[in-house]
C-alpha cells in the first residue's frame, strides 16, 4: 500500500532558526496537503499543492511539491516558539480521495 | 462558518464493552471522513463517505468497527466489543471536493 515516510521524526531548534521538514511517498501522488497539530490538538489545514514543481508561501512557511510528485518540503524561516506542534504532509493517489497521511515531524521550538 | 462537532470528547470504557461517537461536519461538506490517531502517530483514515455512499472503508476493522451517515450530514461511528488497542483519538473531517480537510476537536477513547 501507499506509503509516506517524513523526516526528521523530531526537531529542536532554537527561537530564531530555521527548519524543514520533508516528505517522501512511495507512489506517485495526485496532490499533497498540510496540516500542522499543536500539542493536544487536532489538524489544522495549512496548504494544498497540486502542480508538479510548485512553491507557495505562506508569510515565514514555503511549501514545495517535487518535480515528479513524489516528494514535498515545508521549510520554515525564522521559527518562533508558536510553531511549535507536528507537521504532516497528507497526500493522495488518486484525486482527492483515500489521502494518506505522514509519520509526522515534532517541532520543538527552544526559546 | 461553524466548525466540525464532535461528541463525546472524552470517553472511557472497559473491554469488550462498545462505544459509539458522533460527528456533524460543516454544512455543505459532502465529504466527511473518520480518522484513528494513535498517540505519536499520523491520523489512519478508518472510512470516507461521500454524501451518504462509502467511497472508502479499506481500512476499517469490520468485524468491531461500523460507521454510517444516515441523510449525507451527520455520522456515527461504533465499535463493538472494543479491544484495548483502540484506546486511540478518533477524529471526524470534513470537506467539500478539492479543498483541505476540516478536522473536529476529536473523541479521546481510553479502554480499560
Known amino acids: 500500500g501507499q506509503q509516506v515516510m517524513q523526516i526528521p521524526q523530531y526537531q529542536h531548534v532554537q527561537e530564531g532558526e530555521d527548519f524543514t521538514t520533508y516528505c517522501n511517498s512511495s507512489?506517485?501522488?495526485?496532490?499533497i496537503q498540510w496540516y500542522k497539530q499543536r500539542p493536544g490538538g487536532h489538524p489544522v489545514f495549512l496548504i494544498q499543492?497540486?502542480?508538479?514543481?510548485e512553491v507557495k508561501k505562506q508569510k515565514r512557511l514555503t511549501f514545495q511539491f517535487g518535480e515528479a510528485k513524489k516528494n514535498s518540503s515545508l521549510h520554515i524561516t525564522a521559527t518562533q516558539t508558536t510553531d511549535v506542534g507536528t507537521y504532516f504532509c497528507?497526500?493522495?493517489?488518486?484525486?482527492?480521495?483515500?489521502?494518506?497521511f505522514g509519520t509526522g515531524t515534532k517541532l520543538q521550538v527552544i526559546p | 462558518e461553524a466548525g466540525v462537532a464532535q461528541s463525546p470528547r472524552y470517553k472511557i470504557i472497559e473491554k469488550r464493552q462498545s462505544v459509539a461517537f458522533w460527528c456533524n461536519p460543516i454544512s455543505g461538506h459532502a465529504t466527511l471522513y473518520w480518522y484513528q490517531q494513535i498517540l505519536g502517530q499520523g491520523p489512519k483514515l478508518l472510512i470516507q463517505?461521500?454524501?451518504?455512499?462509502?467511497?472508502?472503508d479499506s481500512q476499517l476493522p469490520k468485524d468491531r468497527f461500523s460507521a454510517e451517515r444516515l441523510k449525507g450530514v451527520d455520522s456515527t461511528l461504533k465499535i463493538q466489543p472494543a479491544k484495548l488497542e483502540d484506546s486511540a483519538v478518533y477524529l471526524c473531517a470534513s470537506s467539500s471536493l478539492g479543498n483541505g480537510y476540516t478536522f473536529g476537536s476529536g473523541t479521546r477513547l481510553t479502554v480499560v
Open positions: 463517505f461521500q454524501n451518504n455512499g462509502v467511497v472508502d
Open positions: 507512489t506517485t501522488l495526485s496532490n
Open positions: 499543492l497540486v502542480k508538479s514543481g
Open positions: 497528507a497526500g493522495s493517489l488518486w484525486g482527492y480521495q483515500k489521502v494518506t
